[in-house]
């Protein structure tokens, strides 16, 4: 997973690394996949975990039994927490694309850190599908 | 730019194959004239994870400590 981020931040990013003009383009551009990834990614682990959450609240007799047979899905918390951090980067890479005086060292270092929030948070989703997205975003 | 992003978008999210290089190459080459909070901040993802969290808070809760 995390060679499948590091291509794809490569493909979006390092292979721009030109005039302010094309640093600012493929930084949104990466922005937006990502995002669009991420929303998708979520939207699985959304769903794997309401199917789960039925099935163990009916063959669960105490808490300590439902959080076992969630497994992965008990750690639901820090998705939360891992979504609400990827946002305040993802808002902060909007203000700086939208700063018609941000620099390109700016842009890139906030959009790096867009990409680093977001492989944090495909780490805690596992079986998501995340690479392949990427895989077939970049046509491998 | 915002036509080429949507289209790059509905690509993705309908899974979609044809969602190569060139068609972010494409999308690159056009004019990022006006940047939309929207295109990158997920907040429908963030919005469903706390109604999970909710969910399942609930659940504990009715099976006590």
Known sequence: MRKAVI???LATLGGCGGSLQKVHKSAYIG?????????????????QLNGRADDCE????????????????AHNDDVVIALAFYNKVAELLFRVLADPDAT???ILD?????????EALF???????APEKIKSILGK | MGALIG??????????????RESIAAAMRASAD???????????ALERANKDQSKLDAIRARFGE
């Open chain 1, 7 to 9: 291509l794809f931040t």
């Open chain 1, 31 to 47: 922005g937006a996949v990502t995002k669009s990834v991420v929303e998708e990614t979520h939207k699985l682990w959304s769903e």
């Open chain 1, 58 to 73: 009916s063959s669960s007799e105490s808490r300590a039994e439902f959080d076992e047979c969630l497994g992965p899905f």
């Open chain 1, 104 to 106: 390109k060292e700016q």
């Open chain 1, 110 to 118: 906030v959009a790096a850190r867009v990409i680093g929030a977001a």
């Open chain 1, 123 to 129: 780490a805690l989703m596992p079986n998501s599908g």
């Open chain 2, 7 to 20: 289209e790059l978008i509905v690509d993705i999210v309908s899974g979609i194959k044809n969602a190569t």
């Open chain 2, 34 to 44: 006006k940047v939309e909070r929207g295109d990158l901040v997920a907040d429908d």
